[in-house]
């Protein structure tokens, strides 16, 4: 079984709607990321949480919102969904005292209409 | 200007070749991290490094801190190593990551 999993793998939803993308490890990583990825842009932080307590923004957190409801469950949420969310999103975990190496879930890919 | 810069951003080689991606960073940083890419999208860790160089199997990381540049190179490579390698540099508390490096081997 994957150590990182996602949930939905694909998604189409209408602009407006309320999202939410599910991550959930089972590495025992503190350490949990949500990116997203544009063609030409590479990979971007949207948010990141050190552990159950603890949440912070990132590079492009408009738009979003994440729960980190236990250690190794991450949520990240988009309230009303735009055209311009369109992208592939991954979820990641990493270890506190090894937090460059982080290990990623296989992507969602999110298409707004 | 990205703080994190690969080239080439495509690369197609003939089966056997040896291939060399390159990175070059703006930021200090603890650590530099390779990716890889898979067709289908999952991403997976090949090397992180802070010094020197690392050897996997035919894959070779090399990094110069001095000069900020990192180089990743495949020897022998395969149509198998066609994916998106991605240069990510640690400069707490995040990771940054170049734009990647779409590689194709042919047979």
């Known amino acids: 079984d994957a150590d990182v999993t996602q949930t939905p793998r694909n998604r189409i939803t209408k602009t407006g709607k309320r999202i939410m993308l599910e991550c959930s490890q089972t590495?025992?990583?503190?350490?949990m990321y949500w990116y997203r990825q544009d063609p030409g842009l590479g990979l971007r932080l949207i948010y990141y949480?050190?552990?159950?307590?603890?949440?912070n923004k990132g590079e492009i957190s408009d738009g979003y919102s994440v729960s980190r409801q236990a250690q190794a469950k991450f949520s990240l949420s988009l309230e009303s969904a735009i055209p311009n969310q369109t992208a592939l999103y991954f979820c990641?975990?990493?270890?506190?005292?090894?937090?460059?190496?982080?290990?990623f879930g296989p992507g969602t890919r999110l298409t707004v209409t | 200007k990205n703080e994190v810069e690969q080239s080439p951003q495509n690369l197609t080689a003939q089966e056997g070749e040896f291939i060399t991606i390159n990175c070059s960073y703006s930021?200090?940083?603890?650590?530099l991290h390779w990716p890889q890419q898979h067709p289908g999208g999952g991403i997976v860790s090949l090397f992180m490094?802070?010094?020197g160089k690392k050897k996997h199997g035919r894959l070779i990381a090399t990094i110069n801190i001095q000069e900020k540049h990192s180089s990743l190179h495949i020897t022998a490579s395969h149509p198998r190593d066609s994916a998106v390698y991605i240069c990510?540099?640690?400069?707490?508390?995040?990771?940054?990551f170049g734009e990647g490096t779409q590689l194709t081997v042919n047979p």
């Open positions: 990641a975990t990493s270890e506190s005292d090894n937090f460059y190496e982080q290990y």
């Open positions: 590495k025992g990583h503190d350490r």
């Open positions: 949480s050190f552990d159950v307590k603890d949440i």
């Open positions: 930021v200090g940083i603890s650590a």
């Open positions: 490094l802070s010094s």
């Open positions: 990510a540099v640690f400069n707490p508390p995040r990771l940054t």
